[in-house]
T-cell receptor, first 116, second 114 residues
C-alpha cells in the first residue's frame, strides 16, 4: 500500500535560517508522482511542485528547492533564508497507483513556524 | 477564472441533521475530488469523479454521498451527521486525472457537528 510519512510534526526557526522538511514515501509502483502543497494560516491549499519518479534532478524555484532521491524513497523540501510568510503547514503527497484517477495520498503535514 | 469554489465556508450541524456541501469549478476539469482534513492530520479522500455521471469511493466514504450531473458541480451530501464528521472539507479538481495532473483545491468548508 502507498504511504507518505512526514516525521517532523512541527519545526520552529528564526527568520533567515534555512530549513528542510522531510518526506519519505512507500509505493510498489514503478511510475508515480510526488507533490508538495502549502497550507497557510488562511487554510487554502497551494500547489508548490510536482515530480515524477523518472526525474531525479533537484529542482530550485527561488528560495525553494526539492531533493528527490529514489534510493531512499525521499522527497525533501528546503526553504533557504526563511521568511515569516513561509509559516504554514506543508504537505507531501503521492499519487495512488491504481489507474489514472489521480488520487492523492497525503502525509500528516509539517507545521513550520518562522519567527521574526 | 474563479477556480474551485466551495459553499458554505462554515457550518454547524446538530447530530442527525443532513446537509450538502457545494463545489463548483470553472476550469472545465473532468476529474473532481472530495477530501476531509481532521485536526493535525493530512487529507483523506472521500469520493472522486472522473466525469459527469461517474463517481467512486475513496478511502473514507462512509456517511457521505456524491453525485456528478454536470462537469462543473460535485456536491457532497452528509446524511445523519455525526460528531466524527467534524472536519474541514476540501474539494479539488484536475484536468485529466492522469498521475501527471495537478489537483487544484477550493478554500474548504469547516463543518462542526454537535
Amino acid at each position: 500500500a502507498q504511504k507518505v510519512t512526514q516525521a517532523q510534526t512541527e519545526i520552529s526557526v528564526v527568520e533567515k535560517e534555512d530549513v528542510t522538511l522531510d518526506c519519505v514515501y512507500e509505493t510498489r509502483d514503478t511510475t508515480y508522482y510526488l507533490f508538495w502543497y502549502k497550507q497557510p494560516p488562511s487554510g487554502e491549499l497551494v500547489f508548490l511542485i510536482r515530480r515524477n519518479s523518472f526525474d531525479e534532478q533537484n529542482e530550485i524555484s527561488g528560495r525553494y528547492s526539492w531533493n528527490f532521491q529514489k534510493s531512499t524513497s525521499s522527497f525533501n523540501f528546503t526553504i533557504t533564508a526563511s521568511q515569516v510568510v513561509d509559516s504554514a503547514v506543508y504537505f507531501c503527497a503521492l499519487t495512488d497507483g491504481s489507474g489514472n484517477t489521480g488520487k492523492l495520498i497525503f502525509g500528516q503535514g509539517t507545521t513550520l513556524q518562522v519567527k521574526p | 477564472n474563479a477556480g474551485v469554489t466551495q459553499t458554505p465556508k462554515f457550518r454547524i450541524l446538530k447530530i442527525g441533521q443532513s446537509m450538502t456541501l457545494q463545489c463548483t469549478q470553472d476550469m472545465n476539469h473532468n476529474y473532481m475530488y472530495w477530501y476531509r482534513q481532521d485536526p493535525g492530520m493530512g487529507l483523506k479522500l472521500i469520493y472522486y469523479s472522473v466525469g459527469a455521471g461517474i463517481t467512486d469511493k475513496g478511502e473514507v466514504p462512509n456517511g457521505y454521498n456524491v453525485s456528478r450531473s454536470t462537469t462543473e458541480d460535485f456536491p457532497l451530501r452528509l446524511e445523519l451527521a455525526a460528531p466524527s464528521q467534524t472536519s474541514v472539507y476540501f474539494c479539488a479538481s484536475s484536468h485529466g486525472g492522469l498521475s501527471t495532473d495537478t489537483q487544484y483545491f477550493g478554500p474548504g468548508t469547516r463543518l462542526t457537528v454537535l
